[in-house]
């Protein structure tokens, strides 16, 4: 990822909070979009139009011996469902909200947590005006919103008239993923809760993917806000949520964290691992950045020591990092261990924790790298799924 990608998904999860609370109406300062033109999307399947998750995918296995593979990633034009993605904050425009145009920032999250499951599906992804970088930091910072009107309901409209219409003129009766991550993810959460749960379409949710954010389930119970769409607890159990938000084991959600509870009393913040969603620990099929996302310790800044980083740009780590769903302290979250061993030659950790000031802010956990860290494991999940949609049609 780029420092501005890092950024941008740093601050994610407010911007998702500012966008799910907005209450006001859409005004006439903001037409709707027409989602028939190809332009309004990031990735369809379309021949005609333009597709920005396909894309180099490639991927350097480093071993714990420091030996290196490379593995190549290929699409599935032929995949058996769809899948439909809402990006989180990423926008630098100026305004309230995003324009319509694609920048790098938009393209940039895309390849790093949507274009792998092309490997499974078919992918859609919107545009969409989300409440920007830019107005978030203004609030942040304690100084007036940039000019023009109020953000209102736009971004769940977007979403909303894209998910209409790809129904309309795209599904053809397939079942669907939505994926999502912090803002996007909370803009699905109330897709999901006004107008699939419980109603004639949610025959076609093969499953919601919602990374980084804090989905309230009732205590002792595996639905809450949704009522009709439990956490899922087995890669062939379909029409469920895996949510989902990660710390490291080393540097637990703080009282102040972002995430980890739920907003209500008798309520707490659904975790589904996708390595292991009938619970306990597992490796992590990690997808990670490459040059990125490793810490910089004792002077090594390369996967392997001593040894220059590979070409692809991503790289796999297998065996380094595990996770499972706690409890702990009145928080519920995934805890992210990285099985470090100093004799190896390959890092011993990660990247991926919010930084400001030169100092880690814990409230965010590895919010950066949510996506990132299971995404070999969603994909995995997400063909299982489609399997077992398949078998109950």
Not at 73 to 80: M, Q, R, T, Y
Not at 212 to 237: A, H, M, N, V, Y
Not at 366 to 387: Q, Y
Request: with cysteine.
């Amino acid at each position: 990822m780029t420092r501005m990608m890092l950024g941008a998904l740093g601050v994610s999860a407010m911007a998702l909070m500012l966008s799910a609370g907005a209450a006001s109406a859409q005004t006439a300062a903001y037409p709707k979009n027409d989602y028939a033109k190809p332009e309004t999307w990031l990735c369809r399947p379309d021949k005609t139009a333009k597709n920005y998750c396909n894309v180099d995918l490639s991927t350097t296995v480093v071993k714990a011996d420091g030996s290196e593979t490379t593995e190549p990633f290929k699409a599935d034009p032929k995949a058996p469902i769809d899948c439909f993605y809402v990006y989180p904050t990423v926008s630098n425009d100026p305004g309230v909200l995003s324009d319509m145009n694609e920048g790098p920032e938009e393209i940039n999250v895309v390849k790093a947590q949507f274009a792998r499951l092309g490997a499974k599906c078919r992918l859609y992804a919107p545009l969409y005006r989300q409440f920007t970088l830019t107005a978030l930091r203004a609030r942040q910072s304690g100084k007036p919103l940039p000019p023009g009107p109020a953000a209102g309901t736009t971004s769940y409209d977007d979403v909303s008239d894209a998910w209409n219409y790809y129904l309309a003129h795209d599904n053809h009766g397939r079942g669907v993923v939505l994926v999502g991550h912090s803002q996007g993810s909370g803009v699905l959460t109330q897709l999901i809760a006004k107008e699939i749960d419980g109603k004639p379409v949610e025959k076609k949710l093969v499953s919601a993917i919602l990374m980084g954010t804090r989905l309230p389930i009732d205590e002792g119970k595996e639905t809450g806000l949704f009522k009709d769409i439990p956490l899922c607890k087995s890669p062939t159990q379909t029409q469920c949520v895996i949510a989902y938000a990660s710390f490291r084991d080393t540097i637990p959600p703080p009282p102040n964290s972002l995430f980890g509870k739920a907003p209500k009393a008798g309520q707490i913040a659904g975790c589904a691992n996708p390595a292991a969603l009938g619970g306990g620990k597992a490796d992590l099929h990690s997808y990670l950045s490459n040059g990125t996302q490793i810490v910089n310790s004792g002077g090594q800044t390369s996967w392997v020591k001593d040894k220059p980083n590979p070409k692809t740009p991503f790289v796999s780590v297998p065996g380094l990092l595990s996770a499972e769903c706690v409890q702990k302290n009145g928080f519920s979250y995934l805890e992210v261990h990285v099985n470090a061993v100093p004799s190896d030659p390959r890092t011993d950790t990660i990247a991926g924790d919010v930084v400001q000031n030169g100092q880690v802010n814990a409230a965010w956990g590895l919010h950066l790298i949510d996506a990132n860290l299971e995404m070999g494991n969603i994909v995995d999940v997400v063909g299982a799924e489609a399997k077992a949609y398949a078998a109950k049609k």
